[in-house]
Nanobody, 127 residues
């Protein structure tokens, strides 16, 4: 599967932004999806994940502010980001992991377990 992220932007502190990640190919519904981010000079970190069945899991740093969702009919996963902070500035990447043999509620927050990655999209939050 190929992943294409979009929605890059520059917003002020407290603003909102929605990222999209469109998947090509078949069987999008077979994949659990995740969003990760990497800030300059820092390691890539987990942001949010969603299972095939719609279960979600968030990093503590974004819990209550970000929402991950998916639309299997559109082969797309979204990341709605509210109450943005300067420390949210990073390149955001979406990723997919084959979850066909897993239960519908299974999801993954370990980046090394993901099979496919998008190219990343820049999010900049000004103070």
């Amino acid at each position: 599967v190929q992943l294409q992220a979009s929605g890059r932007g520059l917003v002020q502190t407290g603003g909102s932004l929605r990222l999209s990640c469109a998947a090509s190919g078949r069987s999008f519904s077979h994949y659990a999806m995740g969003w990760f981010r990497q800030a300059p000079g820092k390691e890539r970190e987990f942001v949010a994940a969603i299972s095939r069945g719609g279960n979600t899991y968030y990093a503590d740093s974004v819990k209550g502010r970000f929402t991950i969702s998916r639309d299997n009919a559109k082969n797309t996963v979204y990341l709605q980001m509210n109450s943005l902070k300067p420390e949210d500035t990073a390149v955001y990447l979406c990723a997919a992991v084959d979850a066909r043999v897993r239960s519908p509620g299974w999801l993954e927050y370990n980046e090394v377990k993901y099979d496919y990655w998008g190219q990343g999209t820049q999010v900049t939050v000004s103070s």
